[in-house]
């Protein structure tokens, strides 16, 4: 396969189950056929591409909730969080 000719159409992130391996899902899509891409031990995912080359990433359920739930401090110059978003309803 050659070198990547552009950005994807479309990102997917699949989100393994809380309870469920993250490793485990990622040497099966492997023997289905991708390949690992990036993998870094301070990233939570692994970037992986299907057979055409479309990269997707996969991470663990668990480290992605409580990664989304930890507050973020915003940069110097940065609006606090929250700041300037409407209300959107039935969305808490």
Known sequence: MGAKAGKNRMHVDLVVPAGECAADEIRRLVDLGTRVVAEE????????????????????ATRWTAERQRPKEPAVGEAPRGAGRLPVAGVA
């Open 41 to 60: 031990q301070n990233l939570p995912w692994v970037v992986l591409a299907d057979p055409e080359g479309n990269e997707f990433c996969v991470r663990s």
